[in-house]
């Protein structure tokens, strides 16, 4: 089964970046733990903005995060910590 690439930009809300961050490490580490995802995170220079790059291990991992309650403490606690400007879900690959 292919990866299924998806993209969340954020910025942390004033005052609780060092928290945001804290809870997204924990936040990719179960999700790497578990076998769901792989992450990677990246700050724009000139912004507080992040983008969250992560790719699915599968459709069926992506499902089982999202039901899964420990993923699910984390989405809950990091909703009071940023504010989520855009998620893109999927993106298919295109080969070149």
């Known amino acids: ?3 299924i690439f998806s993209i969340a930009v954020f910025e942390p809300l ?14 990719i580490g179960l999700l790497a733990e578990k076998n769901y995802s792989r992450d ?3 700050r724009d ?6 983008l ?3 790719y699915w291990s599968s459709e069926k991992a ?7 309650p420990e993923v699910h403490n984390y989405w809950a ?3 009071n910590l940023v504010r989520i400007e ?6 298919d690959p295109i080969e070149l």
């Open 1 to 3: 089964m292919p990866e």
């Open 14 to 27: 004033q005052g609780k970046e060092q928290e945001a961050l804290e809870a997204l490490r924990g936040l």
């Open 40 to 42: 990677s995170l990246y």
């Open 45 to 50: 220079r000139t912004s507080r903005r992040y």
């Open 52 to 54: 969250d790059l992560r």
């Open 62 to 68: 992506r499902q089982e995060a999202h039901e899964d």
């Open 77 to 79: 606690r990091l909703g």
């Open 86 to 91: 855009q998620v893109f879900e999927t993106f």
